[in-house]
Nanobody, 120 residues
Framework: VQLQASGGGLVQAGASLRLSCTASGRTFSTQAMGWFRQAPGKEREFVASISWNAGIRRYAESVKGRFIISRDNALKTAYLQMNSLKPEDTAVYFC??????????????WGQGTQVTVSS
């Protein structure tokens, strides 16, 4: 599986963005997906995850109620809808396949990242 993240950009605080993560390969529909982010000078952190059938979704406390993770297995794509964006959401966002947990060590295949910048 290879992952391609897209959808980042520069927006003002309060705006919305939708990130996409498109996979190649035949195993996407059986794999959990996660979104992580890394701000300058900080460690990569968990944002959200979704199980293979979307039955389990997890969110970091900092984004709960604002971000929504979803997936379309027919399109081999996972999404991260980001609403009410804040300047502290500024980071490079990565998608990855692995478990549906919060631990970065549970994810083995990563996309290249997409930059999200939120201005105040």
């Amino acid at each position: 599986v290879q992952l391609q993240a897209s959808g980042g950009g520069l927006v003002q605080a309060g705006a919305s963005l939708r990130l996409s993560c498109t996979a190649s390969g035949r195993t996407f529909s059986t794999q959990a997906m996660g979104w992580f982010r890394q701000a300058p000078g900080k460690e990569r952190e968990f944002v959200a995850s979704i199980s293979w059938n979307a039955g389990i979704r997890r969110y970091a406390e900092s984004v709960k109620g604002r971000f929504i993770i979803s997936r379309d297995n027919a399109l081999k794509t996972a999404y991260l809808q980001m609403n009410s964006l804040k300047p502290e959401d500024t980071a490079v966002y990565f998608c990855a396949t692995g478990s549906s947990g919060r631990d970065i060590r549970e994810y083995g295949i990563w996309g290249q990242g997409t930059q999200v910048t939120v201005s105040s």
